[in-house]
């Protein structure tokens, strides 16, 4: 694949398989590192109407995406390294367009939307949806998102989120070693201190 297609990025020992949809237009704003391993039925993709020529999927070293997963970006989506997805799960920068009552939505193209960054060695469960309508979506290092969540806003490093919308229900605390739900971290006034 790296010989046909001209890929921003293309480490060693990448893996797509080759049911992925990775169309060979925008495969030189996809940037892959090492071990990079795309299961079947994976779809990459770039709107149409984005005309940057800057990198717009970066997955770093020994990310592994699951199957029937989407990547959907039009400004920037990064997965920094050892990010593992499920499969079917949807990370999307943008939206279809749609305050033009007059047009059908197909017709409209898409908004402006905004950036995400999947911080390293994070953990997406199934048919988790990460979107983006507008600035920046960070979620931190060594966090999980749980099976069918639904992350809008960002979080920080360390975190166990799940629900529709995501909302933070551990976090790990490194004194004693342990991830700790987020009603005793509230109640000792440690949650403030670590969000800030």
């Known amino acids: 694949m790296q010989t046909t297609y001209p890929f921003r990025g293309f480490g060693r020992g990448v893996s797509i398989h080759y049911t992925c949809e990775v169309p060979k237009s925008i495969a030189n704003r996809v940037s892959l590192g090492d071990a990079v391993y795309i299961a079947p ?14 990198p717009a999927i970066i997955m770093g070293n020994g990310c592994k995406i699951g199957r029937r997963s989407m990547i959907s970006a ?83 490093p360390f975190s166990v989120i799940a629900g529709n919308p995501a909302r933070l229900i551990k976090r790990y605390e490194p004194g004693s070693g342990e991830w700790v739900r987020v009603e005793e971290w509230s109640r000792e006034g440690r949650l403030s201190r670590c969000a800030s």
């Open 74 to 156: 039009k400004n920037y989506i990064c997965l920094e390294a050892d990010v593992l997805l499920a499969p079917s799960v949807l990370i999307m920068d943008h939206n279809h367009e749609y305050s033009d009552i007059s047009l059908p939505i197909h017709a409209q193209g898409t908004t402006s939307g905004g950036r995400i960054t999947i911080g390293r060695n994070c953990w997406l469960g199934y048919n988790a949806v990460i979107f983006c309508a507008k600035g920046e979506l960070t979620l931190g290092r060594n966090s999980v998102v749980g099976a069918n969540s639904v992350v809008t806003s960002s979080f920080p």
């Open 41 to 54: 039925h994976v779809w990459l993709t770039i709107p149409e109407d984005s005309h940057s020529t800057q």
